[in-house]
């Protein structure tokens, strides 16, 4: 997965979640007709062994009802109102309503996946454009099985990682050799802009090119756009509309 030269790439976080419901069909719709260049979105799996498109590993935060996905059939699941009628989403059934020419970021969650789940997950994408697809995750042990595909890996690197220091975090990443290295853009304000800045140049240096999530405020917006390649936003037209016409060119 390769970002453009002249501009970064802008994937709609869990579709254009910020104006319409979480990892629904419509989010994704309503972010890429808002001129995203793609989507990210999360996969859990359900009792009944079917990848589902939700963040969390229950429905009670984006649905009518609360149910554990890994202890609900999928037929329970799509009885659920996610918001405006939308139910949850299969990942094949995104895929077949993905366009060719969208960019995807596939999160993979480890409450519900294992790593024998990822050869089912290959499968499934097998119809994807490689150039703009990309799986990520939290767990190392998950992105391990993709690494000797073409598949794009991406790893997100969350508090647990941040909190075991560089050099914990710099052997992780030469264990998955992921291309991206997935980072939080809360670490600007919590480092602070210089060092936010050096830890960026730095794993740039070691050949790793940067997504930023989620990007939403405009300060943000503008360090992710000179350090990354990728800028996950809940804010797509927001966003969009605050570096693209602007000349910007990417790093």
């Known amino acids: 997965m390769r970002a453009g030269q002249n501009k970064p790439l802008v994937l709609g976080h869990r579709g254009y979640r910020a104006r319409f419901p979480e990892n629904t069909l419509r989010a994704f719709r309503e972010a890429l007709a808002a001129g995203a260049d793609g989507i990210e979105c999360d996969v859990q799996k359900t009792r009944d062994g079917r990848y589902v498109v939700i963040h969390d590993p229950t429905t009670g935060r984006t649905a009518n009802a609360d149910r554990p996905v890994a202890e609900s059939n999928l037929v329970d699941l799509q009885s659920l109102d996610f918001g405006w009628g939308e139910r949850i989403p299969t990942v094949?059934?995104?895929?077949?309503?993905?366009?060719?020419?969208?960019?995807?970021?596939?999160?993979?969650?480890?409450?519900?996946?294992?790593?024998?789940?990822?050869?089912?997950?290959?499968?499934?994408?097998?119809?994807?454009?490689?150039?703009?697809?990309?799986?990520?995750?939290?767990?190392?042990e998950l992105l391990l099985p993709f690494r000797g595909t073409d598949i794009t890996v991406g790893f997100l690197v969350g508090e647990e990682a941040a909190d075991l220091g560089l050099r914990a975090l710099l052997r992780t990443l030469r264990r998955v050799r992921p291309a991206y290295v997935n980072l939080p853009i809360d670490m600007v304000p919590r480092l602070g802009a210089r060092r936010?800045?050096?830890?960026?140049?730095?794993?740039?240096?070691?050949?790793?090119?940067?997504?930023?999530?989620?990007?939403?405020?405009?300060?943000?917006?503008?360090?992710?756009?000179?350090?990354?390649?990728?800028?996950?936003?809940?804010?797509?037209?927001?966003?969009?509309?605050l570096f693209r016409g602007s000349g910007f060119t990417a790093n």
């Open 92 to 140: 094949d059934e995104l895929l077949a309503e993905l366009p060719r020419g969208a960019w995807l970021d596939l999160e993979l969650k480890e409450e519900t996946l294992r790593v024998d789940d990822c050869a089912p997950i290959i499968a499934a994408l097998s119809s994807v454009r490689r150039d703009r697809l990309m799986v990520s995750s939290f767990s190392a």
């Open 196 to 241: 936010a800045a050096a830890l960026a140049l730095l794993l740039r240096a070691l050949g790793y090119s940067l997504l930023f999530w989620t990007v939403n405020d405009p300060e943000h917006a503008w360090f992710a756009v000179r350090h990354g390649r990728i800028i996950v936003t809940d804010e797509v037209e927001a966003v969009i509309r």
